[in-house]
């Protein structure tokens, strides 16, 4: 290698040493580090004072509130990632008709992705409020049972989950619609021509070929909905009696209210496998099952 | 199609937009209502003043808040817009040993979930004495893998006989990259831009994390504050905080939508 390739070589590496030092910093260091952590117990100011080996996990497993937050994890996923997909999927559908003025439309149903976490809690705090808000004044209009949403153990989950759900439309609907704009119009035609009705239609063209954003989306849902921390810290902080714990607010709780970085750390190393596990799966799923175009 | 059918397509649309936009033009006309008015069960304004907004900015250093989150959004945008560019522009045109392990390393960074490694990342911020200060809340976001993927898509589309030719007339690799790239993936990097901007204006845990200073505070977290102070007492004030934090993003929002939608498939699907 003669001197010039050696010096144009270094000069090349200028370009990636911004991005592999944030991401060795921000990224790698401390993933490894709450590995780390998981295995010590620590001080106030999270240095390890000493290993435990895998006792933190051991405990997990047999503690009472961990397994509460996983439960309300799990929950919370079923309720958010399934209605949200649905929803926006009927949405772009919709959405994607060739009518006067639909770009209008599609501006609104993604707009709740300009609006933050913090807003959109905010809000919703509002609606459920016992006395004055919305939801319990169309309840009692309905005939229904006025309500504590966010206090009650029954509800307070659901009431997150319908929260959620609204704030992740916008994201879904405008990848799904982007999935329909790519399909080939000229297929439509050709059923049309071909006298295919409206569902087939649906079933045989469209669906199949938006598998990959659908699944694209599902995935992404799913590795988003583990990841709730914001509505949480709003809406409820936890309670009724951990039934909102989601694991990212269980970990922010032992963490940085109770300076357990140890124990938070083992929990934040859980959260890492789940979200691993999501996407190998879907490596491995979307050779085989999703078909492309 | 039959008139009777777009008829009852534009009835289903207009249902679904009523649903969808109802918790924001419910907060909008909150924010017009006085504590006594909401106690009396109102939801329509009697008369449109302003009021609740002024005593928002009276209240709290909303001025203040706003300022930060629009520093900090907008350090991140320019930050994340030059390392993912540097770095797509590398995995595109140039050729040097490491160069898969270095992709692949980005790659293996969107396995791992930001909050997985929150706990770590506070405490190296907290010990380069980052806490309360921009440096803490905007540097860490500086590398994105999105991002440096979002352009590494479009730079490919740049014809490779552009970058021979420019080799072969001994234009340097950062001329290049300056004057011919960069300017050739313009609306590319507007999405990426509008894409950082918008996240880094919403974030919510990692600023409640590293600010506990109204100098630095960013507006997501100044909501969640007025919000637990105010509690039933003064909602419109509250709404009016929250109309005020939202009008930025939803009106660039509407002016980037097609620009975003058409980003975040490029980034996602191929």
């Known amino acids: 290698m003669n001197f010039r390739r050696v010096s144009s070589n270094i000069s090349y590496i200028l370009y990636v040493i911004p991005s592999f030092l944030l991401f060795s910093t921000f990224v790698f260091y401390p993933m490894i580090r709450t590995g780390y952590l998981s295995m010590h117990t620590t001080n106030f100011q999270g240095a390890p004072t000493a290993y435990v080996g895998f006792e933190h996990f051991r405990y997990l497993i047999e503690d009472r509130n961990f397994r509460e937050s996983m439960k309300a994890t799990f929950l919370f996923v079923l309720y958010t990632v399934p209605s949200t997909v649905l929803i926006s999927l009927f949405l772009a559908l919709l959405a994607n008709e060739k009518l006067k003025g639909i770009q209008l439309f599609r501006t609104f149903f993604s707009s709740t992705l300009g609006m933050s976490v913090a807003a959109s809690s905010v809000i919703w705090m509002f609606m459920y409020n016992p006395s004055i808000g919305i939801v319990n004044k169309l309840v009692v209009a309905l005939g229904g049972q006025e309500r504590q949403w966010l206090l009650d153990p029954d509800t307070a989950l659901i009431a997150v989950a319908v929260a959620t759900v609204w704030m992740n439309i916008g994201f879904a609907f405008l990848i799904l619609l982007g999935g329909l704009q790519n399909i080939d119009v000229t297929l439509y035609e050709s059923a049309k021509i071909a006298g295919v009705s409206k569902i087939y239609q649906l079933w045989r063209i469209t669906l199949p070929l938006l598998s990959p954003t659908l699944f694209f989306i599902v995935t992404v849902s799913l590795i988003h909905a583990f990841q709730t921390f914001g509505q949480i810290d709003i809406l409820t902080k936890g309670g009724p009696v951990n039934t909102t714990t989601v694991l990212v607010y269980s970990i922010y709780r032992e963490a940085f209210v109770n300076y357990n970085f140890g124990f938070a750390s083992a929990q934040a190393v859980v959260l890492f496998f789940i979200v691993l596990v999501i996407t190998i799966l879907q490596f491995a799923l979307v050779e085989r099952k999703v078909h492309y175009q | ?270």
């Not at chain 2, 936009?21 to 304004?45: D, H, N, R």
């Not at chain 2, 976001?141 to 420019?166: D, S, V």
């Open chain 2, 1 to 270: 199609m039959n008139f009777f059918k777009r008829a009852s397509l534009y009835i289903v649309l207009i249902v679904c937009v009523v649903l969808i936009m109802f918790p924001i033009v419910y907060a909008f006309l909150i924010s017009f209502l006085s504590g006594a008015e909401l106690l009396q069960g109102k939801w329509w304004p009697t008369d449109w003043s302003f009021r609740n907004y002024i005593k928002a900015f009276e209240k709290v250093p909303l001025v203040r808040y706003l300022w930060n989150s629009f520093v900090v959004s907008f350090i991140v945008m320019i930050g994340q817009l030059i390392v993912s560019s540097l770095s797509a522009y590398a995995f595109v045109f140039l050729r040097f040993p490491g160069r898969n392990i270095l992709f692949f390393t980005t790659i293996m960074t969107m396995l791992v979930p930001w909050e997985a490694t929150v706990i770590p990342n506070y405490l190296t911020v907290q010990s380069l004495g980052w806490t309360n200060n921009y440096l803490g809340l905007t540097i860490p976001f500086f590398a994105l893998a999105f991002g440096i993927f979002l352009l590494r898509q479009h730079f490919k589309t740049i014809p490779f006989e552009l970058y021979e030719a420019a080799q072969v007339s001994g234009v340097r690799h950062f001329r290049f990259f300056w004057y011919v790239v960069l300017p050739l993936s313009k609306t590319s990097l507007a999405t990426l831009g509008v894409y950082s901007f918008l996240t880094t204006w919403n974030m919510y845990l990692w600023p409640l994390l590293v600010t506990n200073d109204e100098r630095v505070r960013t507006v997501q977290i100044g909501l969640k504050q007025m919000q637990t102070q105010e509690m039933a007492t003064e909602w419109g004030v509250v709404m009016a905080a929250v109309i005020v934090t939202i009008l930025p993003t939803l009106i660039l929002l509407f002016i980037g939508q097609k620009q975003l939608q058409k980003g975040l498939m490029q980034g996602a699907i191929k």
